[in-house]
């Protein structure tokens, strides 16, 4: 998930029906929810907020890494389909891209 801010992810979590609205903080501050080992493996490298910034394109690049099986240490267990959202502006364009494998 883009997370050019800390409430950006939170948002895009509920927005995507993840948990309610207003119910991300509560949701995420269970233990196991985030994570390589947590039940959503959000921002397994980091993320922007955590690793490193690619010019927005830091979750597209950790899909790809996720989906070839190269995250070595964060790497998850299945990788056959990886979710990228990223967002621009002042959170007014929104894209979502889904990889697979074969």
């Excluded at 119910?23 to 490298?45: C, H, I, M, R």
Aim: contains cysteine.
């Amino acid at each position: 998930m883009y997370d050019c801010y800390t409430f950006t992810a939170l948002i895009t979590l509920e927005d995507y029906g993840f948990c309610e609205k207003g119910e991300g903080g509560p949701f995420l501050a269970q233990p196991g929810t985030l994570g390589p080992a947590g039940k959503l493996k959000v921002n397994t490298g980091g993320g922007e907020l955590s690793s490193y910034y690619l010019w927005g394109m830091t979750p597209l690049s950790e899909a790809v890494i996720q989906a070839r099986g190269q995250a070595g240490e964060r790497q998850v267990e299945r990788h056959d389909r990886v979710f990228v959202s990223g967002n621009g502006g002042t959170l007014d364009h929104h894209a979502t891209l889904v990889l697979g494998t074969v």
